[in-house]
């Protein structure tokens, strides 16, 4: 396990180009609006506890007390979901590990090497045993966020209800929320956004006899 | 509905023939077996599994096969090596169906790529998937390997945008030293299926869709993909699930048309259970597109859907 940091971080840096994520705001309370901001397969059970359970390849019932509570089976997108889902909750300072290893994908092995290590200029999670550990749609500064506001509890394997809600218990009022505000990262996809018309280079699809398609561009056009 | 200007490649696999102009061959349909959780598995680590069920499923396909026209694959999962072998040879016992090869974990797929060359099943074995992964290791074992027939996956996790996913194809983009295209071909891979990688909806699922037609357009190799990941993957939907079954059964069923207008020659639809639902749907999907490009010189081969079921 690795000690949170409680605050003074690195200042912002610009995320990377290709981040779809971006953060859009600092909110003054500890949880920004409308959290979880992003979806996925798990369950909100107590907003303000201090600690997430990530139940890898395994599916259980939520238990008592949790912030959150969900599966991860994948290495890059599953992970991504995690950290936006942290740094916008500065309530959350501890996520268990526990359930099955996915297989192949080894998301516990690569929640806790990108915690530990965080990512190189391509995304990669540094040492992280999964297949495909990249990380595309967060910038690199929230991915340092991560790293500095929670704390790990490695209990892969771990599938016994009880032993985790012991554990729960013990860590859900454990410390303080994180000292900065918390952060919403908004997908770029989502953004109504207008993109420059592509030039539409030749008709690559035959729609009817004289109606083309450019299959890059998407367009189809009627050729002169 | 469309036809492509670039001549679109036919790839025979153990007398399964994929690819071709849409409404020219029906689309060749994949259920899964032995899959993550599959009841009829009671020991997935060594592969024991209920012979009976699993050769009942096997039968159902195939006969659906018979009646509507559209070929079929068997795709098995397997975690161990162990497994692998214990699967294949039962599969390859029980059809002559092409088996598509899957494992999560790369020395599976290897392991298992050297046994069907051993035994004699590489012909009708497809390699499930050389992908942005893919390994030194992984590379020498299918060169040595006889299996000429691989799965070329379009995932590319630091630009999941079109360009990205071709990137990795054409010249590895930033993830590769070469296009996943051409090291299949240096591994011997002469049949290339491309698929754009089913990414769940909200992170591209979409964009995969359009990626089949962009490459059909560019390369001309068959292409398809498992697209009820993107229905099974939805959140939502597992919501709508615990109050109505069929609900999430339905999307998962029609995503396979999904894929059909979008230029799919093959498609893994899933649990092999759903060949009874699936099959139907794919070849109503068949007939329609088949007539709806009959005027643009795209011909249905004998046995297509569009002659046996109307």
Known sequence: ?224 | MFVFQKEQEIVNIANVKIGGQPGELPTVLAGTIFYNNHHIVTDPLQGVFNRKDAEGLINIQDTLSDETGNPNMVHIYAHTFSAAVKYLDFVSEHTDSPILIDSTESKVRTATASYVSEVGLADKTIYNSLNMSVTEDEIEALTISDIDTAIILGFNAMDSGLNGRMQLLEDGGKVLPKGLLEIAQECGIKKKLIDPSITPMGDGAGVALRMCITSKAKYGHPVGSGIHNAPSSWNWLRGKKKEDMLVAKICDIASTGLQQMAAGDFILFGPIENAKYTFPLAAMADIMISESVADLGSEPVDGHPVYKLV
């Open chain 1, 1 to 224: 396990m690795t000690s949170p940091s409680h605050g003074g971080g690195p200042e912002f840096e610009s995320p990377r180009a290709h981040s779809g994520l971006e953060i859009v705001a600092m909110f003054e309370d500890t949880i920004v609006k409308d959290w979880p901001s992003v979806r996925g397969d798990h369950t909100v059970v107590d907003p303000v506890s201090h600690i997430c359970v990530v139940t890898l390849a395994s599916d259980m019932e939520p238990l008592e007390n949790v912030c959150m509570m969900g599966s991860c089976k994948t290495e890059n997108l599953g992970i991504e979901k995690i950290i936006a889902n942290t740094i916008s909750n500065i309530n959350i300072r501890y996520i268990l590990i526990c359930g099955q290893e996915s297989r192949g994908h080894l998301s516990g092995n690569t929640l806790l090497a990108v915690h530990e290590n965080g990512i190189d200029e391509h995304g990669r999670i540094i040492s992280s045993q999964g297949a495909i550990p990249f990380i595309e749609n967060i910038p690199t500064h929230a991915v340092e966020r991560f790293r500095q506001q929670v704390e790990l509890i490695d209990k892969r394997g771990l599938v016994d209800a009880k032993k985790i809600q012991a554990i729960v218990e013990e860590y859900r009022s454990k410390g303080e929320p994180f000292s900065q505000p918390p952060l919403i990262l908004e997908s770029a996809k989502k953004k109504k956004t207008h993109s420059p018309v592509q030039e539409i280079a030749h008709g690559d699809m035959m729609i009817a006899q004289d109606i083309l398609m450019d299959s890059a561009s998407g367009v189809i056009f009627v050729e002169v």
